[in-house]
């Protein structure tokens, strides 16, 4: 147990579904992140917030729609996705988004299948 | 660019000793991290090195050289439970996390 808890742990969706998945940490942090893990491929950054304001986004498609309400919650809203979105989409949370030795504490992920 | 490498697979005897290397080549370096990542679940903090050397801590130890852009994890006394994925990542002159692949190590009785 890190802190971060998600959910859903699983979800399947069809490619004109819109789910949201959410994370959530009790650890006080300041920072949120969204991974995704695809098999055989580094962990893929695509949304940091610090402090409930984006300081990121890697050029992800829009499809992919984050929400950070306050610093312990975040949210990824999907909407028409296509099946190359299939993956481990992994929350994360830091004290900080800069400095040195910024360990970050991860969720266990929602495996997400598109069909 | 920036890159991380490290080996996709390896396999190791319980018991045993197995290294873990990890090269990198990234714009500016605030320190590198090990994670370890059992399947189906979070990514769990290991070690973080910024200053070259090696750290240990229990059965597992990780090894820095900066001039060399390499680390290696070292784990000693292999258990059954070690078999996970182990995440090298390398904090960059931005203070981003630039990823490995993972090496997926299976231990065999």
């Known amino acids: 147990e890190t802190g971060v808890t998600q959910t859903p742990r699983h979800l399947v969706m069809g490619m004109t579904n819109k789910k949201s998945l959410k994370c959530e940490q009790h650890l006080g942090h300041n920072a949120m992140y969204w991974y995704k893990q695809s098999a055989k491929k580094p962990l893929e950054l695509m949304f940091v917030y610090s402090l409930e304001e984006r300081v990121e986004n890697n050029s992800v498609p829009s499809r992919f729609s984050p929400e950070c309400p306050n610093s312990s919650h975040l949210f990824l809203h999907l909407h028409t996705l296509q099946p190359e979105d299939s993956a481990l989409y992994l929350c994360a949370s830091s004290l900080q988004t800069s400095g040195a030795y910024n360990e970050q504490f991860f969720g266990p992920g929602t495996r997400l299948t598109v069909l | 660019g920036q890159n991380i490498d490290q080996p996709t697979e390896m396999t190791a005897t319980e018991g045993a000793i197995v290294q873990i290397n990890c090269t990198y080549q990234t714009s500016g370096f605030n320190g590198l991290f090990w994670y370890q990542q059992h399947a189906g679940e979070a990514p769990t903090f290991l070690s973080y090195?910024?200053l070259d050397g090696l750290e240990e801590k229990g059965r597992f130890s990780s090894f820095l050289s900066r001039s060399k852009g390499y680390s290696y994890l070292l784990l000693k006394e292999l258990q059954m439970k070690d078999s996970a994925s182990y995440l090298c990542?390398?904090?960059?002159?931005?203070?981003?996390?630039?990823w490995g692949a993972g090496t997926k190590l299976i231990i065999k009785p």
């Open positions: 090195n910024v």
């Open positions: 990542a390398v904090l960059d002159s931005n203070y981003q996390l630039i």
